[in-house]
């Protein structure tokens, strides 16, 4: 049999969907097997900074594996094939065996397990769930740090929006404030005109005012 790999992503599967996932793959491929299509179901690993696991299948071919995650109801990313490079001068104590069990074997582990194996089993499902939540508490700090992005970015446009309309209104004071000079000069001038024609004793009409002589 081929090895494959199954790619999955994470980012919205809980510890506890992730075990209902890994035991609906586990029985989808005792129901192929009944059915004479060869697919095993080997082993997982998780990625938590990329938020993904990478579910290893021994099937005779790919549509083996996709069927699985059919009848499981599992999503998944992409399926590969890959090769086994494992050296072979390996103990079994050193190296995990990919080789298909002895007829009769149960591909999955069952809770007929040996206390040693039950332990792992339960340590490496504390630790998924440990690298799931670290996941998602990840997926949430980034999600509020582009929250925390976006607003800083209004913010900065409001800033612009602000300092644009007080450099208007500087413009417009300035305007303001020099047309009332060249008014405030252009009453004085007035002022000072009539003031000089009644200090001269002339009226507006240029004729000597009433009383002179």
């Known amino acids: 049999m081929a090895l494959y790999m199954v ?17 609906a793959v586990a029985s989808a491929c005792r129901q192929l097997n009944d059915l004479g299509k060869r697919v ?24 083996a594996v996709k069927e699985v995650h059919v009848v499981a109801q ?3 990313r992409r399926i590969v094939e890959i090769l ?22 149960d591909d999955t582990m069952t809770d007929s397990a040996p206390p040693e194996l039950a332990r792992w089993l339960a340590d490496g499902q504390r ?10 508490k990840s997926n949430r700090l980034q ?6 992005e976006a607003e800083n970015e209004m913010l900065r446009e409001e800033v612009a929006r602000l300092r644009h309309k007080v450099d208007l209104l500087q ?27 009644s200090e001269n004793g002339e009226t507006e009409n240029g004729e000597p005012a009433q009383g002179q002589g």
């Not at 790619?7 to 035991?23: C, F, M």
């Not at 086994?84 to 074997?105: C, E, I, M, N, Y």
């Not at 630790?127 to 998602?136: G, K, M, Y």
């Not at 999600?143 to 925390?148: F, I, S």
């Open 7 to 23: 790619e999955r992503d994470l980012g919205a599967v809980s510890p506890d969907q992730l075990r209902l996932d890994q035991r």
């Open 40 to 63: 095993r179901y080997i082993n997982s690993a998780v990625i938590p900074t990329d938020g993904c696991a990478l579910d290893l299948f021994g099937a005779q071919s790919p549509e």
């Open 74 to 76: 599992v999503a998944y």
């Open 84 to 105: 086994d490079l494992t050296p072979g001068f390996l103990q079994t104590t050193t190296s995990r065996s990919r080789h298909s069990p002895k007829k009769g074997a």
């Open 127 to 136: 630790f998924f769930s440990l690298c799931l939540e670290l996941v998602e």
């Open 143 to 148: 999600a509020k740090t582009q929250t925390l």
């Open 171 to 197: 413009t417009e004071r300035a305007d303001m404030v020099a047309a009332f000079n060249d008014l405030a000069g252009h009453v004085t001038q007035v002022v000072d005109h009539i003031l000089q024609k």
